[in-house]
């Protein structure tokens, strides 16, 4: 598995819609440390790139071999497999149906 890079991160979170806070949210890490990295203030720690990675994987983003981009972006792509996808859940970011807030 190759290292996550900035751009994929944006990348694939802009394929899956989801936000800077969905993304720590499910890969378990700070918010900061996502908007820190793609904003290239620090490269987190091998263990939290993998955290990432294999969160958005997990979603359903395929990330390219190197060297294979799509139409010169970053490597991206949705998998073949749709069935991992997972739709946003109460509770998580994104709009919640009959709430009283």
Known sequence: MSQLTVEQ???ARA???WSQARLSAKAQVSEGTVRD???SKRVPAGDV???LRSALELAG???LRD???VHGGPGVRFSTSTASRTPIQDGEAGIIQN???
Request: with cysteine.
């Open 9 to 11: 991160c944006r990348a």
């Open 15 to 17: 394929l899956l819609d």
């Open 37 to 39: 990295f793609e904003k």
């Open 49 to 51: 790139l993998v955290a």
């Open 61 to 63: 983003v395929a990330f």
């Open 67 to 69: 060297g294979e981009t």
């Open 99 to 101: 709430s009283d807030m």
